[in-house]
Nanobody, 124 residues
Framework: QVQLVESGGGLVQAGGSLRLSCAAS????????MGWFRQAPGKERELVAAVNWSGGITYYVDSVKGRFTISRDNAKKTVYLQMNSLSPEDTAVYYC?????????????????WGQGTQVTVSS
């Protein structure tokens, strides 16, 4: 069992930065690939970034490449999402999720555990 708690969301102006954190409980955090999803009002939840168990392999959706960076610290049982050059289009609730395997997946159905979400609002 893994419990996930996100933090770091908030209100930021366009062009600004935020760093999201997701703290996990449980002894098997390092066994799971992790992902950050987001869901904007009226839109489907989408995978923003993912990282495999070791942190050595990452994935980014095209819209955030070059702006967002996912990383993890297995000793601290925490995964991060550094978000730079934010735009109003990045406004959404951001969720972290743990996959049921050590390699990341693109689809949300492959993620077993979810956090409660943290709101990110980017003003123009």
């Amino acid at each position: 069992q893994v419990q996930l708690v996100e933090s770091g969301g908030g209100l930021v102006q366009a062009g600004g930065s935020l760093r999201l954190s997701c703290a996990a409980s449980g002894r098997t955090f390092s066994s799971y690939a992790m992902g950050w999803f987001r869901q904007a009002p009226g839109k489907e939840r989408e995978l923003v970034a993912a990282v495999n168990w070791s942190g050595g392999i990452t994935y980014y959706v095209d819209s955030v490449k070059g702006r967002f960076t996912i990383s993890r610290d297995n000793a601290k049982k925490t995964v991060y999402l550094q978000m730079n050059s934010l735009s109003p289009e990045d406004t959404a609730v951001y969720y972290c999720a743990a996959a049921g395997s050590s390699h990341y997946h693109i689809t949300s159905a492959e993620y077993r555990y979810w956090g409660q979400g943290t709101q990110v609002t980017v003003s123009s």
